[in-house]
């Protein structure tokens, strides 16, 4: 598949863009190098690039994007939206109404205050859980990403990892001396690390289920003990769901049938993003009202935003989380998830390619490796360039996939057996020039 004007973007595009990306995620640095593809049109579960090649795409722009691209609903919403004046710098309606649907769905929240991004919301519950606690340090684990700011870009994963740098030169000492990072699935670490540090611990902060090392459940009894230990050491639970409210059901981890115990894994603050913008700029967090009530204007933890709340995003979020209302619509990207995965391992297995596959509903991830992947070292532990020849065998047959390791596939409301067939033999394909 030839994209020369891809490659001429991407000439231009590092003359005036740093790395010629605007997410280092987006790069291929991690897969061999070279331009990134250009898109220029999405529609449902299909891109279109500067070349005029199609994909199908199991991107999803990183999550947000459920119901495949240019879902008439969402567009619709938009577009009313931009005719009503794109940002008032005032209250409106439609933020009580995407409020009160994340209330519904996500019943640890009494009170809710939106943002612009994924980091913004984390950033914000861990000012709100030191303000409320009166303590500096967080404890977060080993290749959970949670957005760019400095507190959570320690031992980072995602994009951070992929591209080697745990640590991002420009966060202080005294800044990363305040994070302490244990590994996911190991209670006994993270019991230590609150006993170490006994009356010093804000908050403790993770993804109920992973997304950023791949797709990885937390092992039974894992987020109760969580719960139980961090508020027996008088620290609060903050779960970053940027990425899995609203991605496996209707609701969040906290609320998930795959997890038992609900009342014992609920945590005091929530952080949310990507899926609930329906694909414009959107974050959210909230807790227990007598946490958030610490929050300005009401309280003395300081948090604001021009962009905050606007009618643009709260429109386009509402419009999406209708859709994934809709009967039977996580029940056929589970279905479609399963013959996709079931697929592709029985055709690396005849292509004698060593996979795990970790599947969670209508998201999964792929690691080149024959052990199972339940924490950050074992994600790291797998074949990278086995991956990249997989991702660059994928791209050429038409099939778009995040260029790392560690990113998820994402099943859309817009894919279809069709999508699936095609995905298979293109899997085969590819399986088959890697040995
Ligand atoms: N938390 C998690 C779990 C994420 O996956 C991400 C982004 N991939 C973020 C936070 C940051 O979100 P954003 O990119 O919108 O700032």
């Given at each position: 598949?030839?994209?020369?004007?891809?490659?001429?973007?991407?000439?231009?595009?590092?003359?005036?863009?740093?790395?010629?990306?605007?997410?280092?995620?987006?790069?291929?640095?991690?897969?061999?190098?070279?331009?990134?593809?250009?898109?220029?049109?999405?529609?449902?579960?299909?891109?279109?690039?500067?070349?005029?090649?199609?994909?199908?795409?199991?991107?999803?722009?990183?999550?947000?994007?459920?119901?495949?691209?240019?879902?008439?609903?969402?567009?619709?919403?938009?577009?009313?939206?931009?005719?009503?004046?794109?940002?008032?710098?005032?209250?409106?309606?439609?933020?009580?109404?995407?409020?009160?649907?994340?209330?519904?769905?996500?019943?640890?929240?009494?009170?809710?205050?939106?943002?612009?991004?994924?980091?913004?919301?984390?950033?914000?519950?861990?000012?709100?859980?030191?303000?409320?606690?009166?303590?500096?340090?967080?404890?977060?684990?080993?290749?959970?990403?949670?957005?760019?700011?400095?507190?959570?870009?320690?031992?980072?994963?995602?994009?951070?990892?992929?591209?080697?740098?745990?640590?991002?030169?420009?966060?202080?000492?005294?800044?990363?001396?305040?994070?302490?990072?244990?590994?996911?699935?190991?209670?006994?670490?993270?019991?230590?690390?609150?006993?170490?540090?006994?009356?010093?611990?804000?908050?403790?902060?993770?993804?109920?289920?992973?997304?950023?090392?791949?797709?990885?459940?937390?092992?039974?009894?894992?987020?109760?003990?969580?719960?139980?230990?961090?508020?027996?050491?008088?620290?609060?639970?903050?779960?970053?769901?940027?990425?899995?409210?609203?991605?496996?059901?209707?609701?969040?981890?906290?609320?998930?049938?795959?997890?038992?115990?609900?009342?014992?894994?609920?945590?005091?603050?929530?952080?949310?993003?990507?899926?609930?913008?329906?694909?414009?700029?959107?974050?959210?967090?909230?807790?227990?009202?007598?946490?958030?009530?610490?929050?300005?204007?009401?309280?003395?933890?300081?948090?604001?935003?021009?962009?905050?709340?606007?009618?643009?995003?709260?429109?386009?979020?509402?419009?999406?989380?209708?859709?994934?209302?809709?009967?039977?619509?996580?029940?056929?990207?589970?279905?479609?998830?399963?013959?996709?995965?079931?697929?592709?391992?029985?055709?690396?297995?005849?292509?004698?390619?060593?996979?795990?596959?970790?599947?969670?509903?209508?998201?999964?991830?792929?690691?080149?490796?024959?052990?199972?992947?339940?924490?950050?070292?074992?994600?790291?532990?797998?074949?990278?360039?086995?991956?990249?020849?997989?991702?660059?065998?994928?791209?050429?047959?038409?099939?778009?996939?995040?260029?790392?390791k560690y990113e998820a596939w994402f099943l859309?409301?817009?894919?279809?057996d069709a999508d699936i067939d095609a995905t298979?033999?293109?899997?085969?394909?590819?399986?088959?020039?890697?040995?």
């Amino acid at each position: 598949m030839n994209r020369p004007n891809s490659e001429r973007l991407y000439a231009e595009a590092l003359e005036h863009i740093v790395g010629g990306v605007n997410s280092p995620s987006r790069s291929f640095k991690a897969v061999g190098g070279g331009a990134p593809v250009f898109m220029q049109q999405g529609q449902g579960s299909r891109f279109r690039d500067v070349d005029g090649n199609e994909y199908i795409d199991y991107l999803a722009a990183y999550g947000p994007i459920i119901t495949g691209h240019a879902h008439p609903h969402i567009t619709e919403a938009i577009v009313r939206a931009a005719q009503n004046g794109i940002l008032y710098g005032t209250p409106t309606e439609l933020e009580i109404k995407l409020a009160k649907m994340l209330k519904d769905a996500i019943p640890s929240m009494d009170k809710v205050r939106f943002v612009n991004s994924g980091t913004e919301a984390v950033m914000s519950t861990i000012r709100v859980a030191r303000a409320y606690t009166n303590r500096s340090k967080i404890i977060k684990f080993a290749g959970c990403y949670h957005g760019h700011s400095d507190l959570v870009l320690v031992a980072a994963g995602s994009g951070p990892s992929t591209l080697g740098i745990p640590d991002s030169a420009g966060v202080p000492a005294s800044i990363a001396q305040e994070v302490i990072t244990v590994p996911f699935n190991d209670l006994p670490s993270l019991e230590e690390a609150l006993h170490r540090w006994e009356g010093q611990i804000a908050a403790v902060m993770v993804e109920p289920i992973v997304g950023n090392f791949g797709m990885v459940m937390p092992a039974p009894g894992f987020l109760e003990g969580l719960c139980k230990l961090t508020h027996d050491h008088g620290a609060l639970v903050i779960y970053d769901e940027v990425i899995t409210a609203f991605r496996f059901h209707y609701g969040s981890a906290q609320t998930f049938a795959e997890l038992d115990n609900h009342d014992a894994i609920m945590p005091d603050l929530t952080a949310l993003g990507k899926i609930l913008g329906g694909g414009l700029p959107i974050g959210a967090y909230g807790g227990r009202k007598h946490v958030m009530d610490q929050v300005a204007p009401l309280g003395p933890a300081y948090q604001a935003g021009t962009m905050a709340g606007n009618p643009a995003s709260v429109s386009a979020g509402i419009a999406c989380l209708e859709v994934l209302q809709g009967e039977g619509v996580y029940e056929e990207m589970n279905r479609l998830a399963i013959r996709l995965t079931d697929g592709i391992a029985e055709s690396a297995r005849r292509r004698g390619v060593p996979l795990t596959i970790n599947r969670i509903r209508g998201s999964f991830s792929t690691h080149f490796c024959d052990h199972p992947v339940t924490n950050y070292d074992q994600a790291q532990d797998t074949d990278g360039e086995a991956f990249a020849a997989f991702f660059r065998g994928m791209l050429d047959r038409g099939i778009c996939l995040a260029p790392s390791k560690y990113e998820a596939w994402f099943l859309t409301t817009a894919h279809t057996d069709a999508d699936i067939d095609a995905t298979l033999a293109a899997a085969d394909e590819t399986f088959k020039s890697m040995r």
